[in-house]
């Protein structure tokens, strides 16, 4: 069989969805649509796995034999250790800092699920969230742009670190506040909407640049993103032209310094799609928010203005490759939960409403990965519900901060597997990637510019409906 006939036939039923969805085919298929299709029911295919406890999000895929589950957990044990104070960890030669967010991926990540923003009013230090830093980019800032997708800001680097080690001041301390707002539903159904103002006090190195650009950010969900990594690029190029050739969307993908190669390549990770890949999202992470520099990134972000805390490249990395790649290992294994109340038919009611919404057309269902070198991760059939692309999402959650190619309105289509258990892993996860939103109804409420009009269908619904469509996303 020629490869490009099987790969059409293998993703057939994915192609179905989207083209309906957005209009390219006749919809006969709509009421199949609107049943549970098979393998549904687990999201990661074979890597899925059978919880809906605060633990859903830190589980080994489903298909790891016992030698490579304990490769998962060797992983899983520097994910949730402190990086601290020389000699707590063999690969450690002064442990984290001297700027940083925290000591520990997990104290972000917490149980391997959605952050929350800073409490309102709080000076205390950021827990799951951060700041991104930048300036707006000027003619002679072609080579910046190129190696980080960003003008850093030139004294605080390309994020602010609210905590310090070794008696080093922090850099600052998020002061957040919100300006709330009422949307009213069409059946005279009230919705509060809160949008974040930020300020940074207690500036540790003096004034910021005073264009300064500020994005705050909440972790993300841990589970699948070795199965997100594994989605052929050949897929997300398809995504592109089916909705180019719809006209209702137009995504576009991101393309982002692979620092390993020297080239440009597709983005897929970060809420901009600002990481090409696991490996160099996780070096990223080490780098900025725990001040830990390993072979990829070989100083933190700590700027040469920062003298005291400056590091610069002659050190050896404190993160080895070997621990490194444990961490990569354990990223990419954590398995998706399988899907809850499935056959509950207001759950299928509200599926077909997110279809003819145009939801769809952005979060597409489903997709079969290609291959990768986890044989784990290849050839399965999988629910993310995400095209992985960026999307004008409008004025209302602009940040105004670009990102490589991605501008200050565009945003990357978030997967939505796992989404009913976002507060069951924590009870404090926040919706959209500024944590603005405290339920699902707010996040929709909150889409603008290409996602406009399926916002206004979901507005318009009666009260059955929503709560239709609700019981869908909670499904998930």
């Given at each position: 069989m020629k490869p490009l006939f099987k790969r059409f036939l293998t993703s057939r039923r994915t192609w179905i969805v989207g083209l309906c969805t957005i209009g390219l085919a006749g919809c006969d298929d709509t009421r199949r649509l609107a049943e549970v299709e098979p393998g549904e029911d687990h999201p990661g295919a074979a890597t899925t796995v059978q919880r809906q406890d605060a633990n859903a999000f830190s589980i080994p895929a489903q298909n790891l034999s016992p030698s490579r589950r304990m490769e998962f957990f060797i992983g899983n044990a520097l994910f949730r250790n402190i990086w601290v104070a020389e000699g707590a960890l063999p690969a450690s030669r002064s442990g984290a800092g001297p700027l940083l967010n925290t000591d520990s991926c997990q104290s972000c990540h917490i149980k391997d699920g959605r952050g929350h923003p800073p409490v309102p009013g709080s000076h205390a230090a950021a827990l799951s969230?951060?700041?991104?830093?930048?300036?707006?980019?000027?003619?002679?800032?072609?080579?910046a742009l190129l190696r980080d997708g960003v003008v850093s800001e030139p004294v605080y680097g390309g994020q602010l670190q609210d905590n310090a080690l070794g008696g080093h001041p922090h850099e600052g301390r998020v002061l957040l506040e919100y300006h709330y707002s009422t949307v009213h539903l069409q059946d005279g159904t009230a919705v509060e909407l809160r949008k974040p103002a930020l300020q940074i006090a207690q500036l540790g190195y003096g004034p910021m640049h005073p264009h300064t650009l500020f994005s705050l950010r909440v972790a993300s969900p841990m589970i699948g993103l070795g199965l997100l990594e594994a989605i052929d690029e050949r897929d997300?190029?398809?995504n592109v032209t089916l909705q180019a050739h719809a006209g209702e969307v137009s995504g576009r993908l991101n393309y982002v310094r692979d620092v390993?190669?020297?080239?440009?390549?597709?983005?897929?990770?970060?809420?901009?799609?600002?990481?090409?890949?696991?490996n160099q999202q996780n070096a990223?992470?080490?780098?900025?928010?725990?001040?830990?520099?390993?072979?990829?990134?070989?100083?933190?972000?700590?700027?040469?203005?920062?003298?005291?805390?400056?590091?610069?490249?002659?050190?050896?990395?404190?993160?080895?490759?070997?621990?490194?790649?444990?961490?990569?290992?354990?990223?990419?294994?954590?398995?998706?939960?399988?899907?809850?109340?499935?056959?509950?038919?207001?759950?299928q009611r509200g599926k077909a409403l997110f279809q003819d919404s145009g939801c769809?057309?952005?979060?597409?269902?489903?997709?079969?990965?290609?291959?990768?070198?986890?044989?784990?991760?290849?050839?399965?059939?999988?629910?993310?519900?995400?095209?992985?692309?960026?999307?004008?999402?409008?004025?209302?959650?602009?940040?105004?901060?670009?990102?490589?190619?991605?501008?200050g309105r565009e945003w990357r289509t978030p997967p939505l597997w796992g989404l009913g258990l976002t507060q069951v892993v924590n009870p404090q996860g926040r919706y959209l990637h500024d944590g603005r939103a405290r339920t699902l109804l707010e996040a929709i409420l909150w889409h603008g510019g290409e996602?406009?009009?399926?916002?206004?269908?979901?507005?318009?619904?009666?009260?059955?409906?929503r709560e239709a469509l609700l019981d869908f996303l909670k499904s998930l």
């Open positions: 969230s951060l700041v991104r830093l930048s300036i707006p980019a000027t003619a002679g800032d072609e080579q997300l190029l398809d390993v190669q020297g080239t440009s390549v597709v983005g897929r990770f970060g809420w901009k799609a600002g990481q090409p890949n696991l990223a992470a080490f780098a900025g928010d725990m001040g830990l520099t390993s072979t990829l990134f070989a100083h933190d972000d700590c700027t040469a203005r920062q003298e005291r805390c400056w590091k610069g490249t002659a050190q050896p990395p404190e993160v080895s490759d070997a621990r490194l790649a444990s961490v990569l290992f354990y990223t990419r294994m954590l398995a998706v939960p399988a899907r809850r109340n499935l056959g509950q038919p207001s759950v769809a057309a952005c979060h597409r269902p489903a997709y079969v990965t290609g291959q990768h070198v986890e044989p784990e991760l290849s050839g399965q059939l999988i629910f993310p519900y995400s095209d992985l692309l960026l999307h004008d999402m409008g004025e209302g959650l602009a940040d105004g901060r670009p990102e490589f190619l991605a501008n996602a406009h009009s399926s916002k206004e269908k979901v507005r318009r619904m009666s009260g059955a409906d």
